[in-house]
Protein backbone atom coordinates (compact mmCIF):
# COMPACT_ATOMS: atom_id res chain seq x y z
CA UNK A 1 0.00 0.00 0.00
CA UNK A 2 1.06 3.48 -1.26
CA UNK A 3 0.89 6.49 1.39
CA UNK A 4 2.24 8.91 -1.36
CA UNK A 5 3.74 9.09 -4.40
CA UNK A 6 6.25 11.70 -6.13
CA UNK A 7 2.76 13.00 -7.65
CA UNK A 8 0.80 13.23 -4.90
CA UNK A 9 0.14 16.80 -4.10
CA UNK A 10 0.36 17.72 -7.97
CA UNK A 11 3.82 16.36 -8.02
CA UNK A 12 5.16 18.65 -4.84
CA UNK A 13 5.73 15.67 -3.11
CA UNK A 14 9.24 15.23 -1.99
CA UNK A 15 9.06 10.93 -0.83
CA UNK A 16 7.55 8.07 -1.69
CA UNK A 17 5.91 6.13 0.95
CA UNK A 18 4.89 2.53 1.04
CA UNK A 19 4.05 -0.66 3.21
CA UNK A 20 7.51 -3.04 1.62
CA UNK A 21 6.08 -6.23 0.90
CA UNK A 22 9.66 -7.21 2.09
CA UNK A 23 8.61 -5.56 5.70
CA UNK A 24 8.71 -2.71 7.25
CA UNK A 25 7.90 0.95 5.54
CA UNK A 26 10.06 2.12 2.88
CA UNK A 27 10.59 5.96 1.80
CA UNK A 28 12.71 7.04 -1.38
CA UNK A 29 12.96 10.56 -0.74
CA UNK A 30 13.07 12.93 -3.94
CA UNK A 31 17.13 14.55 -4.90
CA UNK A 32 14.83 17.50 -7.67
CA UNK A 33 11.68 19.07 -7.44
CA UNK A 34 9.50 19.60 -10.39
CA UNK A 35 8.91 23.71 -10.88
CA UNK A 36 5.73 25.59 -11.98
CA UNK A 37 3.40 22.24 -11.86
CA UNK A 38 0.12 23.38 -12.97
CA UNK A 39 -2.34 22.70 -10.04
CA UNK A 40 -5.55 20.54 -10.82
CA UNK A 41 -9.06 19.87 -8.22
CA UNK A 42 -8.32 16.43 -6.88
CA UNK A 43 -11.27 14.10 -8.21
CA UNK A 44 -13.67 13.69 -5.35
CA UNK A 45 -14.93 10.13 -3.81
CA UNK A 46 -18.13 10.16 -5.19
CA UNK A 47 -17.13 11.80 -8.70
CA UNK A 48 -19.80 12.48 -12.05
CA UNK A 49 -18.52 12.02 -15.32
CA UNK A 50 -17.96 15.76 -15.61
CA UNK A 51 -15.80 16.00 -12.63
CA UNK A 52 -13.85 12.78 -14.14
CA UNK A 53 -13.56 14.34 -17.27
CA UNK A 54 -12.31 17.43 -16.14
CA UNK A 55 -9.53 15.98 -13.66
CA UNK A 56 -8.93 13.72 -16.83
CA UNK A 57 -7.95 16.77 -18.56
CA UNK A 58 -5.75 18.12 -15.75
CA UNK A 59 -4.22 15.28 -15.49
CA UNK A 60 -2.80 15.01 -18.89
CA UNK A 61 -2.22 18.38 -18.66
CA UNK A 62 0.21 17.99 -16.03
CA UNK A 63 2.26 15.06 -17.29
CA UNK A 64 2.59 16.96 -20.82
CA UNK A 65 3.90 20.14 -18.99
CA UNK A 66 6.33 17.14 -16.92
CA UNK A 67 7.54 16.61 -20.50
CA UNK A 68 9.84 19.90 -20.19
CA UNK A 69 9.73 20.76 -16.96
CA UNK A 70 12.70 21.86 -14.84
CA UNK A 71 13.52 20.69 -12.22
CA UNK A 72 15.81 22.00 -9.43
CA UNK A 73 17.81 20.32 -6.58
CA UNK A 74 15.95 19.53 -3.38
CA UNK A 75 19.37 20.19 -1.37
CA UNK A 76 18.89 18.74 1.81
CA UNK A 77 20.59 15.68 3.57
CA UNK A 78 18.32 12.49 2.47
CA UNK A 79 18.17 13.87 -0.91
CA UNK A 80 18.14 10.30 -3.28
CA UNK A 81 18.00 8.38 -0.29
CA UNK A 82 15.85 5.18 0.45
CA UNK A 83 15.33 3.98 3.94
CA UNK A 84 13.15 0.89 5.31
CA UNK A 85 11.85 1.29 9.20
CA UNK A 86 10.87 -1.75 11.10
CA UNK A 87 7.42 -0.65 12.21
CA UNK A 88 4.78 2.35 11.86
CA UNK A 89 6.10 4.54 14.97
CA UNK A 90 9.64 4.94 13.26
CA UNK A 91 8.31 5.31 9.94
CA UNK A 92 6.04 7.98 11.75
CA UNK A 93 8.99 9.58 13.33
CA UNK A 94 10.81 9.75 10.06
CA UNK A 95 8.01 11.05 8.18
CA UNK A 96 7.57 13.84 10.98
CA UNK A 97 11.28 14.24 10.79
CA UNK A 98 11.56 14.55 6.98
CA UNK A 99 8.70 17.54 7.11
CA UNK A 100 10.76 18.79 10.31
CA UNK A 101 13.99 19.34 7.79
CA UNK A 102 12.05 20.86 4.65
CA UNK A 103 10.86 18.25 2.37
CA UNK A 104 7.20 18.50 1.30
CA UNK A 105 5.56 15.45 2.99
CA UNK A 106 1.67 15.88 2.84
CA UNK A 107 0.09 16.40 6.77
CA UNK A 108 -3.01 13.58 5.14
CA UNK A 109 -0.18 11.46 5.03
CA UNK A 110 1.40 11.85 8.61
CA UNK A 111 -2.39 12.06 9.67
CA UNK A 112 -3.38 8.52 8.00
CA UNK A 113 0.16 6.89 9.25
CA UNK A 114 -0.72 8.06 13.08
CA UNK A 115 -4.52 7.13 12.61
CA UNK A 116 -3.04 3.57 11.70
CA UNK A 117 -0.26 3.44 14.64
CA UNK A 118 -3.00 4.85 17.18
CA UNK A 119 -4.93 1.55 16.14
CA UNK A 120 -2.51 -0.66 15.86
CA UNK A 121 -1.36 -3.29 18.86
CA UNK A 122 2.30 -1.29 18.58
CA UNK A 123 1.48 1.51 20.97
CA UNK A 124 3.45 0.91 24.12
CA UNK A 125 0.94 1.54 27.12
Not at 7 to 15: N, T
Not at 99 to 116: C, L, R, S
Amino acid sequence: MSYCRFSSDDWSCDIYAYADVSGGYTVHVAANRYVGVPKIDPLPQDFTDEQFDKWFKGNQMQLDFLETAEQVRIGLPDDGKTYNYPDLRDFLNALLAFQQIGYHVPQDVIDAVEEEWFASDDIPF
